[in-house]
């Protein structure tokens, strides 16, 4: 499944890339320049860059094209913005004679560093 937050953050991060790397006679390519190119308002580009704002796809191949680069090369591979899995549910982790309940989350994390196994195997 697509985390479309991962998405957008992505694609936003390669344009203003893209943008900040464009040559141009009078120097770098603003974001208020780059928005007159594509009939779009700055805080458009701003937004867009930023991951905030979903650019449309007529949207994405004018910034493709002012800035002369493929569409191909600005999106993510689906591996870059597949949703990371659900963590197993976990209530109570046991070590060292204890037992510590915390949220699902943190307890994988502590799992981890402990280096424990799935069964709660104590050390």
């Not at 390519?29 to 308002?41: C, K, P, R, S, W």
């Not at 090369?73 to 963590?87: G, H, I, N, T, Y």
């Amino acid at each position: 499944m697509i985390d479309e937050t991962r998405l957008y953050r992505l694609v936003g991060e390669r344009l203003r890339k893209l943008r900040e790397d464009f040559e141009m006679p009078e120097g770098r390519m603003t974001q208020a320049g780059l928005a007159a190119l594509v009939n779009l308002e700055r805080t458009s580009i701003t937004n867009i860059e930023k991951g905030v704002q979903k650019v449309s796809l007529h949207a994405l191949y004018g910034i493709c094209d002012a800035l002369q680069a493929n569409v191909a090369d600005v999106l993510p591979s689906p591996s870059e913005v597949e949703r990371e899995k659900a963590l197993p549910e976990r209530t109570a982790l046991e070590y060292g004679g204890r037992t510590y309940t915390a949220p699902p989350k943190a307890l994988q994390r502590i799992s981890a560093i402990l280096d424990l196994d799935d069964d709660d195997t104590q050390p």
